[in-house]
């Protein structure tokens, strides 16, 4: 956010003299993503391995991972994101940084006045190789590194913290065996989820694995109006958990603990 008076001052009178924090917060936002989806603020990425964040086992189990969203889903840019990833890696093994809102002065209704403040409502999409505790105080950093100690960052918080089981664990196995036995076809394993979901309250809280099972298709418009569900994705969802119930009363499950 950057507030820089308590009302709009005239165009005519003030434009080209004061301030436009509208043109302040575009440049701070240009110096945390570039314009082909770089995110510029390094230390938020992922660490956990060699190359490029993303760990090997990450890496390995991604290896010809489709993506897609099916009719009317958004487009996949392939300039987009961080170079030198897959599609794959980008969504499921990277972060992501997103301008859910921003707003100066009043779209619906423009006046030829200097905007007191803008502002810009944000979002980064995570994984369990980012500490999330170190993103304010390593943004402020980059802004005040950039000149940009007008831009005010509020309401910083994490909603829900990363977390993910390995995705060698004996039970990630298992479950995919028992899934690609019920549908009778290639079951793919994504390591990290694309979503927000609380899955540390499992893994971190009760110490346990956690496999989630899809039952939707990323064309599913989520969140908005026109939201659905498809009989398809659906019937497998329920095929893939009534296969593992059964097979949960089978001999060969893995061991506790």
């Known amino acids: 956010m950057v507030k820089l008076r308590e009302g709009g001052v005239h ?3 003030w434009g080209g003299l004061t301030t436009d924090p509208a043109v302040v917060l575009a440049h701070a936002l240009s110096t945390i993503m570039d314009r082909d989806g770089k995110i510029l603020v390094r230390g938020w990425l992922p660490q956990g391995g060699a190359q490029g964040g993303v760990p090997a086992a990450v890496r390995a189990v991604l290896e010809g991972c489709p993506v897609g969203g099916g009719d009317g889903a958004a487009t996949i840019d392939e300039g987009w994101g961080e170079p ?6 980008k969504i499921y093994g990277w972060n992501s940084f997103i301008v859910l809102a921003m707003t100066s002065g009043v779209p619906a209704n423009p006046v030829n006045a200097v905007a007191p403040d803008a502002r810009a409502h944000c979002q980064i999409r995570y ?7 170190t993103f304010e105080a390593t943004l402020r950093a980059h802004l005040d590194a950039h000149g940009l100690q007008q831009v005010r960052i509020e309401n ?5 913290p990363a977390s993910r089981t390995a995705p060698d664990h004996p039970w990630v196995r298992w479950a995919q065996a028992s899934m690609e036995r019920s549908l009778g076809g290639r079951v793919q394993i994504i390591p990290n989820s694309s979503g927000g979901l609380p899955g540390d309250v499992f893994v971190d809280h009760l110490g346990v694995p ?13 969140h908005g109006p026109d939201e659905h569900l498809l009989k398809a994705p659906a019937r497998e969802g329920l095929l893939a958990f009534a296969g593992m119930w059964w097979d949960l009363g089978e001999p060969g499950t893995p061991p506790r603990g």
């Open 84 to 89: 030198g990833l897959t599609p794959a890696e």
């Open 11 to 13: 165009s005519g009178h």
């Open 127 to 133: 994984t369990v190789d980012s500490d999330p505790a």
């Open 210 to 222: 956690l496999v989630w099972v899809p039952h939707s298709y990323n064309g599913c418009k989520q």
């Open 156 to 160: 910083a918080f994490v909603r829900m």
